[in-house]
């Protein structure tokens, strides 16, 4: 067996098992409290019933997430990972293989779906506004908006190019106005201040995307 000069010793090949094994228990339980808030809301996730419904003791979770904060803050980027994986490959019409159209539409619908289920944990992590605007998360959902709006405009699009969609107005601009119309607090207030279903918010999704659709299929 080669070793690299500046990789160090080799693991212990039971350390390297008892991490992954680590990982695979943080990730079940992780999944686990995720199923819990879509079943029950996040009221239903205590440590207590978290721990029977993963069949393991309190005290392991607290070990891995520290208190509930920790708990919620490892959840949140639990579902970002599961979500981007969904949009970079998972199925169609959220993941590759679908036009563009029906891709914004099934992006707008899971938005708004998660939004619901975990109202709580994404408005915590809203109150940040650089992880809100220039976040990783945040970046990379401005980027799959932005290669869709430019995906809609008629004629060739050479690799990179940045090219005005409609009117001269950047795609990363117009990019960044869908992405506002999705934020947490502006969904809360639509379903809490003015009684909007999520059938409801769904078809202003629809409505505003085909507005769009219509302004970049006339340039």
Known sequence: MQISLNSGPPEPENQTVEREDAARNRRKLLATAS???????????????????????????????????????????????????????????????????????????????????????????????????????????????????????PGPHPPGAARPVSAGIDPQILALTLFQALQPDFLVYQREGLGLSREGQYGAWVFLVDAVSAQLRST
Request: hydrophobic letters at 40%; glycine letters at 10%.
């Open 35 to 153: 199923t819990l808030i879509a079943e029950h809301g996040i009221e239903a996730l205590t440590m207590d019933e978290l721990a029977g419904r993963a069949c393991v003791g309190k005290g392991t979770i607290f070990r891995r997430f520290g208190n509930r904060a920790g708990l919620f803050e490892a959840l949140l980027s639990y579902e970002d990972e599961q979500f981007q994986a969904a949009l970079i490959s998972g199925p169609p019409p959220l993941g590759p293989g679908a036009p563009p159209r029906e891709r914004l539409l099934a992006y707008g619908q899971a938005v708004i779906n998660r939004s619901e289920n975990f109202e709580n944990l994404l408005r915590a992590a809203q109150e940040s506004s650089e992880r809100r605007w220039s976040g990783p998360s945040s970046m990379l959902y401005r980027l799959h908006l932005s290669m869709l709006l430019r995906q809609m405009v």
